[in-house]
Nanobody
């Protein structure tokens, strides 16, 4: 099982990025919730956004209206569209598949993790 995150990079404040996370070797991709987390060095990994198999979404308050999560079950891929980026959004972003059908805010409820992709927002 592999989750491959991509799309990170350096962007100026106010810019946009779209992260992708492609799953392979995962026959149950469409059955479980998917999430994006982020982590800054020295801090705990925090929930950013999640989506269940039907496409229902949930977001951290800090990114509501700014980030959009989506999934393409035919491509075994989950996306995170990030707009109006701020320096505080700088972090390593991770995708993950949940143990549950609905995505949790709790990182302990996720069983498979991608390797992370770095997003750097300059001021």
């Amino acid at each position: 099982v592999q989750l491959q995150a991509s799309g990170g990079g350096l962007v100026q404040a106010g810019g946009s990025l779209r992260l992708s996370c492609a799953a392979s070797g995962l026959t149950s991709f469409r059955s479980y919730g998917l999430g994006w987390f982020r982590q800054v060095l020295g801090k705990e990994r925090e929930f950013v956004a999640g989506i269940n198999w039907r496409g229902s979404t949930r977001y951290a308050d800090s990114v509501k209206g700014q980030f959009t999560i989506s999934r393409d079950n035919a491509k075994n891929t989950v996306y995170l569209q990030m707009n109006s980026l701020k320096p505080d959004d700088t972090a390593v972003y991770y995708c993950a598949q949940s143990y549950d059908v609905d995505p949790s805010f709790n990182s302990g409820r996720y069983r498979y993790w991608g390797q992370g992709t770095l997003v750097t927002v300059s001021s």
